[in-house]
């Protein structure tokens, strides 16, 4: 089922939330909605869903327009980020609920529920409690009751917020498993980017209530449309240089960067976004610099290094480390790469 | 509490400020069982006569079980009343956009701390006007009314208390909000419930302003005002009998202190009348 | 879909219903009732008009009417068309009523020998004096202690006798002689006039104010810091027992204090082993009467202070206490410098609300002295209560307990507005998340 927020707004009061929000998810898609605390994204969740009243704009499902329907006619599963599991029902009256509120037979409950059991894998502990199951099975169950009524959108609320990052890492696979099997349309809340990356079809950045950017993982990855974009993908994080360009030259007091042809300017000041990964000892433009922290990840190093002029590069690199904090090295960078913003922050 | 300090003085100043009131409800009970001689205060023999009053009817009065049974009513109908009005509109309150909401909640606050014992004068003239005066009724409709500020207080504070995203999850589950209350969230507010019932029916089960204004009719007359009139009538002094007559009244409110001592405690701190 | 709307309103109804019916009425009825003279002898609903005694004497005194008064309050003998019929009905001669009607029709006598000494000087009178008698019997007219449902109806008995009324003297009568109740502010000048009122009101704040400080604070502090420092259990059992007289009904805990302070009871026994004379304790003398009203109520009330007060020792993190032990603090220094400072809110707040029920409540101190000895004990509420409803008094005056009540309602709802201001408002009402 294909989802359009179409000019969506929403305030609370007197404070704008979101404004003017232009939004498609494709069928089948599962989309995550990136971005900071307090960007908007459950906000928006919540207008899909019905719990809040939408201000402006229009929702549609398919083609359904679904702005004024309530909650309970939308057909909406969602999984809260505590998973709001009923605490006084067994597991498998929990997943029945939505099918006990719609009147089915209890002998179709009790198939439907064995059967979604399976799908998430928690077919042992239908007798249990919700206080008697871990963080991640209570995580498997709320799935199972957001999907047992074959609902045409899910919705994820940062699902995986509350694991620990073993099981964290077992259910992002699980929960794509589970959306791909189905093909339901869905939209993941979350402001943890590899979670998006890694499970998402395409992700949509927010700030500050607006959509930034909409582009599959890779592609956002590889060409981001702001520094705000770059800097939030990516671990560990993207390093920027200030400086001017001339010609086809980047300036600043510490470094000087042929860059091959992108963008031309003379002497307007950029900004230069340099991912770790693309600054190497073995890569041809070579800068000089102190390495000021070293953090050894087990497979990877990850190396600050500042430069003359004070301004950090971020380096990750194989296993042996190559250099101690206050050693001076010249590494260098992969001008193929490298990402060049405006001083706004905007993509040249 | 920390081990650095010695405990005992503490214990031995509390226990001698404890001991007229521990002497006092000793006596209570032993007093009902046994006879001492006039100016002792040692018991000197036990005895059942104290307890009469269960089989025989004491002259002048309904009889023990008439008073017992009508207490019993009256405890019991205030809690239910309380009980179903407050758990509805406590949730109203806590959850739903009802219109005027500020207002309302302004307003059980205010009540919750009103002092009601000053419009009894007015409300006795009201059950006069409309005939129920004297009636069992009439006073257990007054007492719950009494009683609703302080219950939906306690209810909303408990509703708040359940998360948000049950709520949610049950709409999302296509349930709606009158099933959302008494499906999903009504059970999680048990407890509150069960506190609540059991303050209601003690407070029910102790009123004597009350039935003592409103119904002091010998048909409808409830434990405390008995109890109250036994021990008023100068003519028959008998204080062992007023203490039987009052550990058989009390008896029923031990008893449920003890058992639920941990859940009052939790309602009567939380801001009750006193 | 407004569901929650209306869902909201449906579950919130019975709430209002009862709120409107036995609170928002009272308090308005209260108001209301203060401004009448409402009583047991004018009845609640509407009253007649009856010329009595005392309405009489209210008629000379309040309404300077003293000569209509002794007028109606003669018997009087009239001879009107009424008697006439009367007489002709019991079958009276004929030309008797006709002569009657003609030569005494309209005229009054003060006595019955007047009216015969008339009747004696017609043609056709009666032989006999039996039959004068009872001719003139007949005639006799007096309005004293008769019941008219209206004053129209009483005024024209009255005209009826003969006594002819001005239009102020109307009014005087219909006012002096009706039986229902008035509306009147004369409730209010005669709280502020009577001596007794200054007396009530002082005893009201002695009762208060010791009770407060010495118990539901006071002692209550000590319960709860005392209980802090002990170990579990006996804390535990120190708690369940200072409990027992908020949970037993007070009819029965007050019991026990009269078995502690009566004349045969524990006290006097205990102190005839010091020669003390054996006496009733709660109410031989004012002072006594006091200190035992204090310990009835104050015992009662330590217990929601402690409750408060010990969850709020509970709530104060112990790694304080710890350090403060490691600095080598004494238990009064760690008493004062960490325990007090965080009871100020819990104790402004029980200090608010008991204030407000100390101020109103009257059960405890109804039952142990009945605001004795003569009235040394009788706080507001006492008084108000007394007044309007206590029934060996014989006359329950509504009209004055009510005004008398009114002054506890004003006060009762200053402070509960108060109250609310007290607390955090604004998040009680935080919108409902869910929107629909
Ligand atoms: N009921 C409300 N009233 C007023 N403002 C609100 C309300 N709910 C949310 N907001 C504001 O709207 C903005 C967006 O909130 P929202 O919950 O959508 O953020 P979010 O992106 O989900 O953040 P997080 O990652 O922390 O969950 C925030 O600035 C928040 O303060
Ligand atoms: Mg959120």
Redesign the interface.
Known sequence: MRILLKNFGKSFGAVNVIENLNLEIHDGEMLALLGPSGCGKSTTLFAV?????VTAGQILFGDRDVTHV????RN???V?????????LSIAENIG??LK??KESAAEIKRKVHEMADLVQIGALLDRRPAELSGGQQQRVALA??LI?RPDVLLLDEPLANLDAKLRLEMRSEIRRIQQETGITAILVTHDQVEAMSMCDRIAIMKQGQIVQIAAPMEMYDNPVSDFVAGFLGNPPIAFVDGALTGSVFESSGIRIELPSAAQRNGGPVKLGIRPENFQPEFPQKVSGEVTFVESQGRETLYDVRLDDGQILRSIQGHAVRAGVGERVSWGISPDNILIFDEKGARL | MTGNYKTWPMILLLGIITVPLVLMYVYLFVDTVTNSAPGSLVPNEITGEHWRFLWQTLPGRPSIWTATFNTFLFATVTTLIVLSVSSTAGYALSRLNVPFRAFFLAGVMVLHAFPTVTLIIAIFLILQFLGMYNTLIGVILVKASLELPFGIWIMKGFYDTVPWEIEMAGIQDGASRFTVWHKLVLPQVMPAISALGIFSFLAGWSEFILPLVLAPDNKVQVLSVYLAALIADDNNFDMALFKSVGVFYVLPVIVLFLFFQKRLMSIYGGGTKG | MNGSKSLGLMLLTPAIVFVLLFFVAPVILTAVFALTNMSTATGITGGAYQVTQSSLRKLAESYGQAELANTLAETRYTVNEEGLEAIAADGADARLVAEMRAKLGGRSFEKRRDLESAIKTLNSRPRNTRALKALSDTFHRSIVNERFESADAMLRATTNLGVALSADQKSALADATYTGWVWTTQNFTRMIALPDTQRTLINTFIYVFATLAIFNTGFALVLSIATHYMPARPAGIFRAIWLLPRISPPVLYVLLWKWLAWDTGFLSNFLANFGVAPRNWLLDNPTNAWIFIVLINGFVGASMGMLIFSSAIKAIPGSLFHASEVDGASRWQQIRYIILPQLRWPILFITCYQSLSLLTSFEYILLATEGGPGGATEVWALKTYLTALNNYAGNLEYGYGAALALVLVVVGVVLSLAYLKVFDFKTMVRPPRIEQ
């Not at chain 1, 309530?70 to 006619?73: A, K, L, R």
């Not at chain 1, 809260?80 to 605490?87: D, E, I, M, R, V």
């Open positions: 869903c019905g719990i809040h009243k309530p909650s309970q006619q909406v599963g969602v809260f980020q505590n998973y709001a599991l009923y605490p006084h609920f939505p509120i719609r009751r957001a009524r």
